[in-house]
């Protein structure tokens, strides 16, 4: 999409089924399916899924692969030549290298090769932006590994690395039972995004705003809490929409996503992906899905150019 920013766009929700069945041949890993369309059954959510789980099923095939570094490489790269070609600007990649280190290698050693995948295929084929490291909710990774994704975002921070996010379960804990995570991101000016307020409620959100975080992951059920709304508005903190990931995992219906009631009272709301190929979407189809007129895209950018954790250049 020309002139598009992407602010909320997991590696692994977008690994392709192209892409998976050439990694998993070169990582001798074995596929419940071997041809591109079948596998896709196994990597795309149902448009309406019957719940959370559903979803959630198809990030275990891209994790599996991604547990190589040299495939979090591959991965990297082709996302980041698939998003150019697609005419996109600025991107935040985020994905966990907590949950990539099943194979052998350390969590440094995944950070490592993402960084390095990332700034070169950036310069390759032209695209601004950075990645996001994320720390893992409920248990997906234990504190100490949560401490190490802080500390590598810190350590990254301007050599790849833009952020750091907290992703995961939502419904299982509040952010700050993660606030040692945050205090080592804000001690090292890590700019932080806190998943909350999508299966979670307005509750969570206050709780990531609280431990600094200037944007959250999707944010929608602050619409439950007006004075929440107009704290988000003055204080400028972007919310990161992503509509078809929400009709997917059913935490909005295309009538309850709020964007539009956002956008009328002043939030910075931006709108993305998520998920390209769990949720089978890119950035024109979001826009295109919700008819998103000429004037409310200049919006819609404007606000994500703002909320951007790296600088952006011209549209
Ligand atoms: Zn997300």
């Given at each position: 999409m020309l002139g598009g920013i992407d602010l909320h766009l997991h590696l692994d929700g977008s690994v392709t089924a192209e892409d998976a069945i050439f990694l998993a041949e070169?990582?001798?890993?074995?596929?419940p399916k071997h041809s591109a369309e079948a596998l896709?059954?196994?990597?795309?959510?149902?448009?309406?899924?019957?719940?959370?789980?559903?979803?959630?099923?198809?990030?275990?095939?891209?994790?599996?692969?991604?547990?190589?570094?040299?495939?979090?490489?591959?991965?990297?790269?082709?996302?980041?030549?698939?998003?150019?070609?697609?005419?996109?600007?600025?991107?935040?990649?985020?994905?966990?290298?907590?949950?990539?280190?099943?194979?052998?290698?350390?969590?440094?050693?995944?950070?490592?090769?993402?960084?390095?995948?990332?700034?070169?295929?950036?310069?390759?084929?032209?695209?601004?932006?950075?990645?996001?490291?994320?720390?893992?909710?409920?248990?997906?990774?234990?504190?100490?590994?949560?401490?190490?994704?802080?500390?590598?975002?810190?350590?990254?921070?301007?050599?790849?690395?833009?952020?750091?996010?907290?992703?995961?379960?939502?419904?299982?804990?509040?952010?700050?039972?993660?606030?040692?995570?945050?205090a080592v991101a804000r001690e090292a000016g890590v700019p932080i995004t806190i998943h909350a307020g999508e299966a979670g409620g307005a509750d969570k959100i206050r709780d990531a705003i609280a431990l600094g975080a200037r944007r959250i992951g999707h944010g929608v059920r602050c619409v439950e809490d007006d004075s929440l709304v107009a704290e988000l508005a003055e204080r400028g903190i972007a919310l990161e929409t992503c509509y078809t990931s929400n009709l997917n995992t059913g935490a909005c219906t295309e009538r309850t996503f709020p964007l539009r009631a956002l956008m009328r009272r002043g939030v910075r709301v931006t709108l993305n992906t998520d998920n390209m190929t769990v949720s089978d979407t890119d950035l024109a189809t979001e826009y295109a899905s919700l008819g998103i007129t000429d004037e409310e895209k200049r919006l819609l950018l404007e606000n994500a150019k703002k909320a951007a954790f790296a600088a952006v250049g011209s549209l």
């Open positions: 070169r990582s001798s890993i074995e596929l896709r059954g196994y990597l795309t959510a149902p448009k309406r899924c019957a719940d959370l789980k559903e979803y959630l099923e198809r990030f275990e095939i891209p994790l599996k692969l991604l547990e190589r570094p040299e495939n979090v490489a591959y991965a990297t790269r082709s996302l980041v030549k698939r998003l150019a070609a697609s005419g996109m600007r600025y991107a935040e990649i985020r994905f966990a290298p907590g949950l990539l280190t099943a194979g052998g290698a350390s969590q440094r050693e995944v950070a490592v090769t993402a960084c390095q995948a990332f700034v070169a295929a950036k310069e390759e084929f032209g695209l601004e932006g950075g990645l996001i490291f994320c720390a893992m909710r409920a248990g997906a990774l234990t504190p100490q590994e949560n401490e190490e994704t802080a500390r590598l975002s810190a350590e990254f921070l301007g050599k790849g690395v833009v952020g750091i996010d907290l992703a995961g379960d939502e419904a299982k804990d509040f952010p700050s039972d993660h606030a040692r995570v945050f």
